[in-house]
């Protein structure tokens, strides 16, 4: 069965780079679409990206000149960067699963990990 | 972007109730909404898919309908694992969330 499990480093000193990674099992990143999604106290989920055959890129215009996302293959792994981390960007992240079809839909997320930004 | 705007906040209900979700889009997104139910500690999990479709493995008592602007989730008959919190999103154009419905045991 398909697992997705977040990793990162649970706490950013703002202004610094945020770099989290999602470990896939049963399921090959290439064959796949793969996003994030985040949810924070003040504004909900919000959709941050998601990464298609393996490197191009689609990002949410309210955050696309601070966030980057790739994938390693080797690894079965995707990456997420945020740069220049405010306490906005404190939120449970999300990795999922994309399908694309007549309609997309994210079939199967991870448990998020939760990162707080500090000052 | 377009805003989703789910009604009611929250909502206190018993086991075997059957309750209703409404979420409405600023503008029409077709049929582009899906719904996804949040646990705490659990990973979200897809219930409804292009408005009406049930996603796999998914009970029958979820069912969701609409088109255009006003969207609607039901359970059927409240079982306690359905006591989370459900949210809507868009994939009409940037996509988008609703606020979320807190489902509460009463």
């Known amino acids: 069965q398909v697992q997705l499990q977040e990793s990162g480093p649970g706490l950013v000193k703002s202004s610094e780079t945020l770099s989290l990674i999602c470990n896939v099992s049963g399921d090959s990143i290439s064959s796949s679409y793969w996003g994030w999604i985040r949810q924070s106290p003040g504004k909900g989920l919000e959709w941050i990206g998601y990464?298609?055959?393996?490197?191009?890129?689609t990002y949410n215009p309210s955050l696309k000149s601070r966030v980057t996302i790739f994938a390693d293959t080797s690894k079965n792994e995707l990456s997420l960067k945020v740069d220049s981390m405010t306490a906005a960007d404190t939120a449970v992240y999300f990795c999922?699963?994309?399908?694309?079809?007549?309609?997309?839909?994210?079939?199967?997320w991870g448990r998020g990990t939760l990162v707080t930004v500090s000052s | 972007d377009i805003q989703l705007t789910q009604s009611p906040s929250s909502l206190s209900a018993s086991v075997g109730d059957r309750v209703t979700i409404t979420c409405r889009a600023s503008q029409s997104i077709r049929t582009y909404l899906n719904w996804y139910q949040i646990q705490e500690g659990k990973a979200p999990r897809l219930l409804i898919y292009a408005a009406s479709s049930l996603q796999s493995g998914v009970p029958s008592r979820f069912s969701g309908r609409g088109s255009g602007t006003d969207f609607t989730l039901t359970i059927s008959a409240l079982q306690p694992e359905d006591f989370a919190t459900y949210y809507c999103q868009q994939t009409y154009t940037t996509w988008t969330f609703g606020q979320g419905t807190k489902v509460e045991i009463k």
């Open positions: 990464i298609y055959d393996s490197g191009g890129a």
């Open positions: 999922a699963r994309l399908v694309v079809a007549d309609n997309w839909y994210f079939d199967l």
